[in-house]
């Protein structure tokens, strides 16, 4: 079965201290793996986008990593800001199928001063 | 260039009765797709359209239905409303078919629907 989990479902931070946020996914066949954030009230940004031969990708302060083997990926956040206050979502795409968009649940971020 | 725009932003409907949401893609996006979103559930895809076809449907009874215009702009209808449809429904626009190769999905705002 299709299924991508997301841990943890909730984090505090203080401010300016970095995070690590996991996606485990068993999605096959894999075609890509998508890290979205989203503030309250509004609809996700795509933060970055991982084929299969990507292990890292960065987007100004957020790195993400992928490993096809073990189907796991990272969301690294630098030097946390306040704005950084948001859910983030892994989505997994398969190559195959009619529905091919396979969303985690989502961790919901708070950085406090 | 402007985003994607979903009207109307917040609405309240009682059971039983019908909505439809409005979402008008990026200019030169094809692609409109659907999304439910609830507290414990997180996204949950209803149905994606691409020049004007249904090409996906997500597992949403047929209370939920969609369609999708020659200027790409796409509606989505919900008949005979029940409590557990308050949620925020999303919709996506994107180049190509979504979740194709590296066709990122450019989400709108949201329509926050509640069912009293």
């Known amino acids: 079965k299709n299924q991508v989990e997301q841990s943890p479902q909730s984090l505090i931070i203080l401010e300016g201290k970095n995070c690590t946020l996991q996606?485990?996914?068993?999605?096959?066949?894999?075609?890509?793996l998508r890290w979205y954030k989203q503030d309250t009230g509004r609809g996700p940004v795509s933060l970055t986008i991982?084929?299969?031969?990507?292990n890292t990708k960065s987007n100004g302060r957020y790195t993400a990593t992928l490993d096809a083997d073990t189907k796991q990926s990272s969301l690294h956040i630098t030097a946390s800001q306040l704005s950084d206050s948001a859910s983030y979502i892994c989505?997994?795409?398969?190559?195959?199928?009619?529905?091919?968009?396979?969303f985690g649940t989502g961790t919901r971020l708070t950085v406090i001063p | 260039k402007a985003g994607v725009t979903q009207t109307p932003r917040y609405l309240i409907k009682t059971r039983g009765q019908q909505v439809t949401l409005s979402c008008s893609p990026i200019?030169?996006?094809?692609?409109v797709s659907w999304y439910q979103q609830t507290p414990g559930q997180g996204l949950q895809f209803l149905f994606e359209?691409?020049?004007?076809?249904?090409?996906n449907k997500g597992n949403f009874p047929g209370r939920f239905s969609g369609r999708q215009f020659s200027n790409s702009r796409s509606e989505m209808n919900v008949s005979t409303l029940e409590l557990g449809d308050s949620a925020l429904y999303l919709c996506?626009?994107?180049?190509?078919?979504?979740?194709?190769?590296?066709?990122?999905?450019?989400f709108g705002a949201g329509s926050r629907l509640t069912v009293l």
């Open positions: 996506a626009s994107s180049l190509g078919a979504s979740g194709f190769g590296a066709n990122v999905l450019t």
């Open positions: 996606c485990n996914y068993t999605v096959s066949p894999f075609s890509n």
């Open positions: 991982m084929t299969f031969s990507e």
């Open positions: 989505v997994v795409s398969t190559q195959t199928g009619a529905n091919n968009l396979f």
């Open positions: 200019s030169g996006h094809r692609s």
């Open positions: 359209y691409f020049s004007e076809t249904q090409r």
